[in-house]
Each structure stands twice: as structure tokens, then as C-alpha cells.
């Protein structure tokens, strides 16, 4: 079996897959549940210094299959019941297990320089500080007070609600932090219920809402590609990780660990072994002997920024025996290069065809690929 | 069946739903196509003073509604469009009694230069895509049109982290439209077997299109309706005649469409409008106008709270 163990800010992950600081992750019961589903390290629910607005509901609704929106904000229970029991129960818990704990939290300057060491002493082995919540200049002062407050590793979450530039707030922030997570939810959006006559399918003043999961993921792909490649320190990915190829990509664009909240909410907390456990079967599958083989590949490809040559410049390579003559080629076909009637087996005219790539991604069953360039594509990096 | 035909800026459109500027549009036997498969008007994809060199590949399908491309601006030069294409996007549009729309791109000088050289080629409205968010520079640019031509000129405008509804306040007085929102970006999506990039452009970056934008665009579209008199195009993962409901709830005159129409054919648009007439119908509701701005009169005119 391939070795899924991380050692990472010091801690050591039995497995890179952790629980998500979501309202799956709301108390002793969530904790628990995720250490029992297999998860490798635990990011509890984030805490706020004082009392929280419960969300108007509705509070959380599904976006498509995999998608959610929402408009939670940090825990509702008081800090004093996290402090005094679910942090001390839950760190016990994993300790004996080998999991390490992480806590979440949100805050001005002035008050994590309170409540981040409380955490660490009710049970934190590393605090992750959630920019969203506040203006991107004060949370620079939070994460500067939180770094003077405490000695555990400090993780900053960052958010493209920020800006675009998401890797150069990264680098602003490297001197106070040992980590990264990317991102948080995306947002804010907006979705309309319009059988309800236009009303907001989240509640709120605006329907306004935040959305993850599946849609958000090849942002959030990006977003840990951006950091990894512009800081020197560890990125914990967090977006739409759904599957075994979700966590393979986030590994091989740079991250370290990968945080799984979305899928938990749908699926329940054996996401979290399930996952790990796919990890494992690719790894060995592949007869890579850990993770650590996969951690940063595509970014130590293509980080420098050259030319992406990953195909032979000619049109798609037809399976013939993968090809279910659906005809799905020719339907997404805007350069008439294919001809695929149902039950035939498409005609490519090269001459026409584009190199576009729509086929190749929407065949059903793979039958269209474009022939690897490996020979360009394994030149030493510049 | 309830009226679906929209009279905008001294068009008429048959239906609501559009092309957004893509590959869809991207010849003149393309717009006939879209002509042919029941779009509400034509809109030609956006063309710049020089051919855009496409990286390869450059579209990829992302889960059954979404997709990922590095798609710039038309792969043809503007003479072949002068000489050829939007002659014969321009005759289909005739025969169907359609508008037409050509797309432009991209800085003040790009704009002066070809403005008024499609605008010669007798199209009824000029849409013109920003990419930056820059006010200054939205204004230089949307000025620069605005004094080179005539017809109706329509502002499209990248998402925004803030209030985008700001923005395009601020060049309001120099266009007659706008169109929210373009793809959103970068984003990057990678084959984990050979450790490559789906998209051949530098880093894989690609923009991110379809129903994964959808509530991106919903909330772009309700901040500019909300705080600009003139109309708004909706764009933004339109999958099914609900989502342009929703557009039209959220305050959309008119919707454009492309990762849909490049997945399912271009015999959805009149799917689409066919299905838009359907739900007013069973919703009781005798005219698409019953429904545009709906949401935003009972949402936007409690004054909620701002994000961002």
C-alpha cells in the first residue's frame, strides 16, 4: 500500500484528506463522526470571539448535483461551550488516534490576540484564520496579532473576495503565516427561485449567497496553482473536492493537504476515508509508493509559464473499439470537421477540424483523444 | 401562448434569447445556422483589428453543463469578416427579419479603428467587450466607441469582485446597454493521468462558462439592473427557459447564450424559446415583460445590504 501519511507545519496527517471547517464540522458529534469516517486531520467549524446571528433561512441549497449555496457563517454555539468542551473532548479523541486538530477562526486584531491562544489551550495544534470575514486590510492585522499570540503554525484561508490577485495577497501575508488554504467559498452570487414568483433561494436581505462544491473547483484549482507557485510555504486546497481525481489534481497543482466540506454535507462523513482510500488505489494502481510522489508535479511542469505543448498538432485520434456512434462529436462540432451520423463511426476531415478540443471532452466514452506529445512535454523545466 | 418578442433599443427581437459571442458565431454560415435555429437576433463573434492566435487545444467540456476554454476573439482576420462573413450573417438576418449585432474588441484605438467600419456594413447595434475593471479606462474606451458610431453601443463587462452595478454606472452616459457578463477566470482543470493541462495556453489557464457561472451571473446582473437606467443583456450559463426566467427576474431585457447552444446544437434556441412561452403560459403570465425585473423589485427595493 502506498504511504497517504503528510508531515507537514510539524503535525503528522495519517492522510492528506481533512474535514472542512463547515457546519458539518459544528461541534463534538461532527468531530467525532469525521475522525470515525476516516478523515486525516480535523478543521473544526470556525469560531468567532463573540455571539453569531444565526442565518436567515433558508441557510444552505443544493446548486446542481454536486453544488451547494450558502449563506452560513461561523458556529452559533458559544465560544465558552467550544472552549470548555468540544475542543478538549474532540483533541482527545484524535489525539489517541493520531489526528491532528485544527481550529478555524475569524476576528478582529484585537480579539485573536484572546481568543486564538484560548483555542490552542482548550486543544488547537494549528489555527487556520479566515480572511472573508473581514476587509483584506484588517484581516492583514488579525493574522499579524494571531502571529504575535501564539507559537502553533498559523494557516490564513484566503478568498477571491478579495480580488483576482489571490497568490500576491498570499505573498503579503507569507512573513505571519506558515500555510495557506485556498479558497473559501466563492462568491457572493445569487440564484432565483422563479416558480416562487422571483423570491431568493437563500434567505437574507438580497438572496446573496456563497457557492461551493463542484462549480467552484476549477477555480479553486487555480487558486491553489497561483499560491503554490508564487509563496514558499504549504497550500491546503479547499474547493469542490468530490472525487479521487478532485484530490489527485489538487495535489499534483501544489497543495499539500485538501479539505473536503461540500462533499461532506451531501454525502456524510465517509467521504472522508472513501476519499483516502481512492487516493491509495490510484497511488497503487500506479505503483507510486506515496503521496508525496504526486505533490506538486504539474506544478514543477508548468510553473515557470512556457508554452503548454501537450498535444501533436493534428486532428483527434478515433478508438474505433470505444466508439458508441452516438454522434455527439458531430452535434459539438463547430468546424463541420466531423461527420457522425448515429450508428456510423465519425469521418474527421483534417482539414477542417480546429484542434478545438470539444469532442475529445465531450465524447461519452473517451474513443476521440489527441495524440500526446510526450517527447516535448518531458523537456527539462528552463 | 404569451408574447415573447422584445422591442430594444429600436430593435425587434422575436424572442428573448441571443448568441453570446463565441465559436457558435464565429462565421457567416454560423449565424445562418443560428438564424435558422430560432434565435430571438444575431450577434457575430467579436472582432479585433488583427486574426487571434488561438492557443490549442482551447474548449473543453467541464461535467455536462459547464466548460473551460481559452477562446479570444475571432480566429479570422477583420478583412475576411469586411469582405465576406457578416455579409452572409447579415443577409441571414435579413431573410429572418432579425437584428443584428456585431461584437468588437478591444482598447479605444481597436474600437475607433473598426467601429465604424462594421457599422458601415449596415449592422443594427455594436456590443464591445471590456476585459479590465479599471473605471478610468472603461470610460476611455466606452467614449472611444460611442464617438466612432452611430447605432446603439452595448457595454460587456467582465465579473467583478465588488458592486459591479458601480461600474457600469460609471459609463452609463456613453452606451445604450449592457451585457453581464463575459466567462469568469482564470480557472484551471487538469488531466491527473499524464499531468497535463486540458487547455494548451500558458499555465492551462482557461475561463470557466456555462451553468457552473450561473449565480456569478444572477447577482452581476441584478447589481447593474439595479443601479443603471438602461437595459441589461443577461449572460451566464442559461441551461434551460427557467434560467432566462430568473435572467428576466433579476432585471434582463434580453439573454445571450453560447456554452449551451456549443454542447446541445443550434436548434436550442428555439428549444429554449419555445420553453420560455411555455412556463409564462403556465404561470399565468400573457408577456415576457410581466416578469423582468421581478426580483428586483421585491429584493432590490428593500435597499439589502451590499457584499464585497
Given at each position: 500500500m502506498a504511504r497517504l501519511t503528510v508531515d507537514i507545519l510539524g503535525l503528522h496527517f495519517p492522510n492528506p484528506i481533512l474535514c472542512g471547517p463547515g457546519p458539518q464540522a459544528d461541534g463534538e458529534a461532527d468531530l467525532l463522526g469525521a475522525l470515525s469516517g476516516g478523515a486525516g486531520g480535523l478543521v473544526a467549524r470556525t469560531v468567532a470571539p463573540g455571539p453569531v446571528t444565526p442565518p436567515a433561512e433558508p441557510s444552505v441549497v443544493a446548486y446542481g448535483k454536486d453544488g451547494l449555496l450558502s449563506n452560513v457563517g461561523p458556529s452559533t454555539r458559544p465560544v465558552a461551550d467550544w472552549l470548555a468542551n468540544i475542543y478538549p473532548k474532540v483533541a482527545g479523541a484524535a489525539g489517541q488516534r493520531g489526528v491532528p486538530l485544527i481550529a478555524s477562526l475569524t476576528g478582529t486584531a484585537g480579539e485573536v490576540p484572546t481568543l486564538g491562544p484560548a483555542l490552542v489551550a482548550a486543544g488547537a495544534q494549528a489555527l487556520e484564520y479566515a480572511t472573508s470575514y473581514l476587509s483584506w486590510h484588517d484581516a492583514v492585522a488579525a493574522l499579524k496579532a494571531l502571529r504575535e499570540s501564539v507559537t502553533v503554525p498559523v494557516i490564513a484561508k484566503l478568498s477571491l473576495a478579495h480580488g483576482e490577485d489571490i497568490a500576491e495577497r498570499a505573498a503579503e501575508v507569507e512573513p505571519y503565516v506558515d500555510a495557506f488554504t485556498?479558497?473559501?467559498?466563492?462568491?457572493p452570487v445569487l440564484d432565483i427561485d422563479v416558480d416562487e414568483g422571483g423570491k431568493p433561494r437563500l434567505g437574507g436581505p438580497d438572496g446573496y449567497g456563497w457557492l461551493s462544491g463542484t462549480p467552484v473547483h476549477p477555480i479553486a484549482v487555480r487558486t491553489v496553482f497561483a499560491v503554490a507557485n508564487r509563496t514558499h510555504k504549504p497550500v491546503i486546497a479547499s474547493g469542490g473536492a468530490m472525487s479521487t481525481r478532485d484530490v489527485i489534481e489538487f495535489l499534483q497543482v501544489g497543495a499539500s493537504l485538501v479539505q473536503v466540506t461540500t462533499a461532506a454535507i451531501i454525502r456524510g462523513p465517509a467521504i472522508y476515508g472513501e476519499l483516502a482510500m481512492g487516493l491509495g488505489a490510484w497511488l497503487d494502481d500506479h505503483a507510486l509508493g506515496g503521496v508525496a510522489e504526486i505533490q506538486s508535479a504539474y506544478l514543477q511542469k508548468y510553473g515557470h509559464g512556457q508554452?503548454?505543448?501537450?498535444?501533436?498538432?493534428e486532428p483527434p485520434v478515433l478508438a474505433e473499439a470505444q466508439c458508441i456512434q452516438c454522434g455527439i462529436c458531430d452535434d459539438v462540432c463547430y468546424y463541420d470537421a466531423i461527420a457522425a451520423p448515429r450508428r456510423h463511426l465519425p469521418v474527421i476531415t483534417a482539414e477542417l477540424?480546429?484542434?478545438?478540443g470539444l469532442c475529445v471532452s465531450a465524447c461519452p466514452t473517451g474513443a476521440l483523444s489527441f495524440r500526446p506529445r510526450d517527447e516535448l512535454t518531458k523537456l527539462p523545466k528552463p | 401562448m404569451a408574447k415573447i418578442a422584445v422591442d430594444l433599443l429600436g430593435m425587434h427581437f422575436r424572442n428573448p434569447i441571443l448568441p453570446a459571442a463565441g465559436p457558435n458565431v464565429g462565421t457567416g454560415e454560423q449565424l445562418r445556422k443560428t438564424a435558422e435555429g430560432g434565435a430571438g437576433g444575431l450577434l457575430a463573434k467579436t472582432v479585433s483589428v488583427r486574426a487571434a492566435e488561438v492557443p490549442r487545444p482551447d474548449m473543453f467540456r467541464l461535467g455536462p453543463t459547464g466548460m473551460l476554454n481559452t477562446e479570444l476573439w475571432t480566429e479570422l482576420t477583420p478583412e475576411a469578416w469586411l469582405e465576406r462573413e457578416y455579409d452572409i450573417g447579415l443577409a441571414a438576418a435579413r431573410e429572418h427579419g432579425l437584428p443584428f449585432l456585431a461584437s468588437i474588441g478591444y482598447t479605444p484605438a481597436d474600437l475607433r479603428e473598426i467601429g465604424p467600419k462594421v457599422e458601415a456594413k449596415g449592422v443594427d447595434a455594436i456590443e464591445f467587450s471590456i476585459h479590465y475593471l479599471d473605471p478610468d479606462r472603461l470610460i476611455e474606451t466606452a467614449k472611444a466607441l460611442r464617438e466612432s458610431v452611430k447605432v446603439p453601443i452595448i457595454a460587456k463587462l467582465s465579473p467583478h469582485k465588488g458592486d459591479l452595478g458601480e461600474l457600469a454606472a460609471e459609463i452609463e452616459p456613453y452606451v445604450d446597454g449592457f451585457a453581464i457578463i463575459n466567462s469568469y477566470g482564470p480557472a484551471l482543470s487538469i488531466d491527473i493521468e499524464r499531468v497535463?493541462?486540458?487547455?494548451?495556453s500558458t499555465h492551462g489557464y482557461g475561463w470557466l462558462s456555462g451553468a457552473p457561472i450561473r449565480p456569478l451571473a444572477l447577482r452581476s446582473v441584478f447589481e447593474v439592473a439595479r443601479r443603471v437606467q438602461k437595459p441589461v443583456v443577461g449572460i451566464g450559463g442559461i441551461v434551460t427557459a427557467k434560467d432566462v426566467i430568473a435572467f428576466f427576474m433579476a432585471g434582463a431585457s434580453l439573454v445571450q447564450v453560447c456554452t449551451v447552444i456549443l454542447l446541445r446544437g443550434q436548434d436550442y434556441y428555439a428549444k429554449l424559446a419555445r420553453g420560455v412561452s411555455e412556463w409564462l403560459d403556465a404561470h399565468g403570465y400573457d408577456d415576457i415583460s410581466q416578469v423582468q425585473g421581478l426580483y428586483l423589485r421585491q429584493v432590490g427595493a428593500q435597499g439589502g445590504k451590499l457584499h464585497g
Open positions: 485556498c479558497m473559501a467559498r466563492f462568491g508554452r503548454v505543448i501537450t498535444v501533436e498538432e477540424c480546429f484542434q478545438c | 497535463e493541462p486540458v487547455l494548451g
